[in-house]
T-cell receptor
């Protein structure tokens, strides 16, 4: 079945460090891939997305590239800020069947000054 | 994008009681989804709510415990029945807009004593 495997946290980084959060997926067909972010005390927000192979999603300095050959969608940011502290969820929607999201387990990022 | 509101935003309830959560969307959508996010966990799909038909429940969730209404294309309710402390979670509704982008409400934080 469809699933998302996400790098376990928590992750603690110093400000301006490089961030990578790994995400790999298993899906039938050609899924759309997403990263969602949940800031402390807030709801889930879409961070970025990619709908086909080799697409790169980007937003707020974060990037992720849809790699069909490695079934991956790793999240990266070159220089994290304290305000990036949040929980990050990788997710997919399959092109077949129902249009609901499959989520990874989430990775908690804490950025310290 | 989609503007989604939920009521209540949070509640504290006694064991054995029931709570109905409302979800309102700013425009018509075919499919609405209800998710649960238990403390420190990822999101789990409870059910898919289609207007004019019974909700479709995921494995582990039943209609008697989580009855859902979908009276029109902009509104849905989820009831958490006969609550126990294990039901303490954040409950989120979401909708899908083309092309396969899912938007979430702010969530309802439920604590059962």
């Amino acid at each position: 079945g469809d699933s998302v495997t996400q790098m376990e946290g928590p992750v603690t980084l110093s400000e301006e460090a490089f961030l990578t959060i790994n995400c790999t997926y298993t899906a039938t067909g050609y899924p759309s891939l997403f990263w969602y972010v949940q800031y402390p005390g807030e709801g889930l927000q879409l961070l970025l997305k990619a709908t086909k192979a080799d697409d790169k999603g980007s937003n707020k300095g974060f990037e992720a590239t849809y790699r069909k050959e490695t079934t991956s969608f790793h999240l990266e940011k070159g220089s994290v800020q304290v305000s990036d502290s949040a929980v990050y969820f990788c997710a997919l929607i399959t092109q077949t069947g129902a249009n609901n999201l499959f989520f990874g387990t989430g990775t908690r990022l804490t950025v310290i000054p | 994008s989609a503007v989604i509101s939920q009521k209540p935003s949070r509640d504290i309830c006694q064991r054995g009681t029931s709570l109905t959560i409302q979800c309102q969307v700013d425009s018509q959508v075919t499919m609405m989804f209800w998710y649960r996010q238990q403390p420190g966990q990822s999101l789990t799909l409870i059910a898919t709510a289609n207007q004019g038909s019974e909700a479709t429940y995921e494995s582990g969730f039943v209609i008697d415990k989580f009855p859902i209404s979908r009276p029109n294309l902009t509104f849905s309710t989820l009831t958490v029945s006969n609550m126990s402390p294990e039901d303490s979670s954040i409950y989120l509704c979401s909708v899908v807009r083309p092309p396969n982008e899912q938007f979430f409400g702010p969530g309802t934080r439920l604590t059962v004593l």
